[in-house]
């Protein structure tokens, strides 16, 4: 027996190495725990969670499923409770871009050489890749998916012993996995953002004032970047 999960979190445990011990970071109900365990892809799961409810009806569902000896529950505010060497990655799901930063800088102590990240940020993306880059976290595959009419990135990294990734920048804000593999679902994102912004660029264009200038000029900066990025894909 194992959960039903969404689209976006079948995504995300399809992420995820064989054979890690992986801390599930905001767990809420611990399906994914719960399925990284019955699916075989981890040994042993620590289902944390900041929230005392959310780890109340964890531990009902790990109890239901017979896994709980192989999934503990912890509370946490993020990887405050956990300790190096207890698990081999991380999935960090259903919370906002800077917030997922926040819990892996206080957790940096956890992440050494080889540790394993599977993120899915559900805001300021490129403030997460940016993240990753500059403190030696290698990104080495995302994916986009659309559920729901919403579009969701899901981010694999490994850490390194480099302090410093060099990359070209606009990978933050572009995703260079998903430029290069041609991704359907992100050159339908890039379009409707091209559009978007093409549109606002319209509007200010009525409109005077130095600020509304100097923000054409950051669109058409934008606007540039996705051309360039939509002929790289095609």
């Not at 926040?102 to 957790?107: Q, W």
């Amino acid at each position: 027996m194992k959960p039903s999960l969404s689209k976006r979190m079948m995504c995300l445990t399809n992420m995820v190495t064989p054979g890690k011990r992986v801390a599930d970071i905001g767990c809420d109900h611990a399906l994914v725990s719960i399925y990284l365990v019955s699916e075989g892809i981890s040994p042993k799961v620590l289902a944390m969670d900041i929230g005392e409810g959310p780890l109340e009806a964890a531990k009902a569902n790990i109890e239901k499923y017979g896994l709980s000896e192989s999934i503990e529950t912890r509370l946490s505010d993020g990887m405050s409770e956990l300790k190096p060497g207890e698990t081999d990655g991380a999935v960090i799901a259903g919370m906002g871009g800077l917030t997922i930063v926040g819990i892996l800088e206080r957790g940096l102590h956890n992440i050494k050489p080889g540790y394993e990240l599977v993120l899915s940020p559900q805001s300021e993306i490129p403030e997460v890749r940016a993240f990753l880059r500059t403190h030696g976290i290698k990104i080495i595959d995302e994916e986009m998916i659309i559920e729901d009419d919403k579009y969701y990135n899901i981010i694999k990294a490994v850490a390194t012993d480099e302090e410093l990734i060099d990359t070209n920048e606009l990978y933050d804000t572009y995703s260079q996995f998903l430029i290069e593999k041609k991704s359907p679902i992100y050159l339908r994102y890039l379009e409707e953002n091209l559009e978007k912004m093409n549109g606002i660029y319209c509007r200010l264009s009525k409109q005077d004032g130095d600020k509304v200038i100097d923000r054409m000029a950051e669109i058409r900066d934008e606007v540039d970047d996705i051309a360039r990025i939509l002929d790289m894909m095609k």
